[in-house]
């Protein structure tokens, strides 16, 4: 029964963290936590290390396919992804210098707000109006952004890959693949850098779940990826919207009950 228990639970957290992670560059962790802390009764801090774990390979074949499609701007995605891991330490540490904030629902109803976001005012520039802007000028950008979401992230943190997908089409003016295919490339460093990090403070994880959860998280990745690249602008903004706002509202009923 318990097996029983533990393949569904890990089915669905891995569908709706794969679906989030290939159409919107979304963390595993703001679903697959919640999951297996209220159903499967983990610990915390080994739930999110399962879930960023299960972010490394979801990101990764995303940020391929995206890449392969030409929806990937590895450049400006480095510049960036430097720019977070350095200022997210330094955003962890400034956070440790002050009172504690409670700030556990920020990437959550960030989830939320972005999908309705994307369903009401859709994003629609386009790569000729990308290549308008000189790369100086966007490797600058690029790392003032990276700063700003690494400190927040560090400071509060949650809500790196829905802001990071929030920058990258609203400040820096991404057509919506690209800046999905970037922020997914960023994400599968962060996402391995994060889950090493939590395996080495909180010891080895419930394999059972792990192996679980990397695997259905990958599947979905994998589907949800191939069928973004395929969709027009239209239809992609309009599916974006829909998932994101319905595993906001999921993982906002979870976190009450966790």
Same mark, same amino acid.
């Given at each position: 029964?318990?097996?029983?228990?533990? $393949?569904?639970? &890990? $089915? +669905?957290?891995?569908?709706?963290?794969?679906?989030?992670?290939? $159409?919107?560059? !979304?963390?595993?962790?703001?679903?697959?936590?919640?999951?297996?802390? @209220? +159903?499967?009764?983990?610990?915390?801090?080994?739930?999110?290390?399962?879930?960023?774990? #299960?972010?490394?390979?979801?990101?990764?074949? #995303?940020?391929?396919?995206?890449?392969?499609?030409?929806?990937?701007?590895?450049?400006?995605?480095?510049?960036?992804?430097?720019?977070?891991?350095?200022?997210?330490?330094?955003?962890?540490?400034?956070?440790?210098?002050?009172?504690?904030? @409670?700030?556990?629902? +920020?990437?959550?109803?960030?989830?939320?707000?972005?999908?309705?976001?994307?369903?009401?005012?859709?994003? !629609? &520039?386009?790569?000729?109006?990308?290549?308008?802007? #000189?790369?100086?000028?966007?490797?600058?950008?690029?790392?003032?952004?990276?700063?700003?979401?690494?400190?927040?992230?560090?400071?509060?943190?949650?809500?790196?890959?829905?802001?990071?997908?929030?920058?990258?089409?609203?400040?820096?003016?991404?057509?919506?693949?690209?800046?999905?295919? &970037?922020?997914?490339?960023?994400?599968? $460093? @962060?996402?391995?850098?994060?889950?090493?990090?939590?395996?080495?403070?909180?010891?080895?994880?419930?394999?059972?779940?792990?192996?679980?959860?990397?695997?259905?998280?990958?599947?979905?990745?994998?589907?949800?990826? %191939?069928?973004?690249?395929?969709?027009?602008?239209?239809?992609?903004?309009?599916?974006?919207? %829909?998932?994101?706002?319905?595993?906001?509202?999921? %993982?906002?009923?979870?976190?009450?009950?966790?």
């Amino acid at each position: 029964m318990k097996i029983l228990l533990t $393949f569904f639970v &890990t $089915f +669905f957290a891995g569908m709706g963290a794969g679906l989030g992670t290939g $159409f919107a560059g !979304m963390s595993a962790a703001a679903v697959i936590s919640p999951m297996l802390i @209220t +159903f499967l009764g983990m610990e915390p801090y080994m739930a999110v290390g399962i879930a960023l774990s #299960s972010d490394v390979l979801a990101s990764a074949v #995303s940020a391929y396919t995206y890449k392969k499609n030409g929806n990937l701007d590895v450049k400006n995605g480095l510049i960036m992804m430097v720019s977070v891991l350095v200022f997210t330490v330094v955003g962890s540490w400034i956070s440790s210098l002050v009172p504690s904030t @409670t700030m556990g629902t +920020f990437s959550v109803f960030m989830t939320f707000l972005l999908g309705i976001k994307f369903i009401v005012r859709p994003v !629609m &520039t386009t790569k000729e109006a990308m290549q308008g802007v #000189s790369a100086k000028k966007r490797a600058i950008q690029s790392m003032v952004c990276g700063i700003f979401i690494g400190f927040i992230c560090g400071f509060v943190g949650a809500g790196g890959g829905m802001m990071m997908l929030l920058i990258l089409t609203s400040v820096l003016g991404y057509e919506l693949k690209t800046a999905v295919g &970037t922020s997914v490339f960023i994400m599968a $460093f @962060t996402a391995f850098t994060g889950a090493v990090s939590h395996f080495a403070i909180g010891g080895t994880p419930d394999w059972t779940v792990w192996i679980l959860c990397v695997i259905f998280t990958l599947l979905w990745a994998r589907i949800a990826a %191939v069928f973004a690249n395929k969709a027009t602008p239209k239809t992609l903004n309009r599916v974006t919207g %829909v998932i994101l706002v319905i595993l906001g509202s999921v %993982v906002m009923a979870f976190s009450m009950f966790a």
